[in-house]
Nanobody, 127 residues
Framework: QVQLTESGGGSVQAGESLRLTCEGRGRPFMPNVMGWFRRAPRKGREFVASIGWNSDVTRYAESVKGRFTISKDNARNTVYLDLTNLNPEDTAIYYC????????????????????WGQGTQVTISS
């Protein structure tokens, strides 16, 4: 059984940066894609970014392109999300997720495509 643990959330001012980390445990650890989602207050779960575990293909939501960067360290079973130029609209709980399955490209932005989730880490941006 795979377990995902996020860390790195916190409270920062607008314009500042954070790095979120998601560590995966479980053997064998062989996801197809790992992703980050977020849930803002009174909103649904929103796709942020994803990365192919072996392909290195990255995908981003339009709202974060150019500001957020997803990366990974396969040897450490870890995926990162670097958040820069943060604004109050980025305030949310950020979740790490993974899928072992293969989908068409557009489906990797859907929460239902993922079969394991972390507990989330809170990111709060003040203006």
């Amino acid at each position: 059984q795979v377990q995902l643990t996020e860390s790195g959330g916190g409270s920062v001012q607008a314009g500042e940066s954070l790095r979120l980390t998601c560590e995966g445990r479980g053997r064998p650890f062989m996801p197809n894609v790992m992703g980050w989602f977020r849930r803002a207050p009174r909103k649904g779960r929103e796709f942020v970014a994803s990365i192919g575990w072996n392909s290195d293909v990255t995908r981003y939501a339009e709202s974060v392109k150019g500001r957020f960067t997803i990366s990974k360290d396969n040897a450490r079973n870890t995926v990162y999300l670097d958040l820069t130029n943060l604004n109050p609209e980025d305030t949310a709980i950020y979740y790490c997720a993974l899928t072992h399955n293969f989908f068409r490209d557009s489906d990797y932005s859907l929460p239902r495509s993922y079969d394991a989730w972390g507990q989330g880490t809170q990111v709060t941006i003040s203006s």
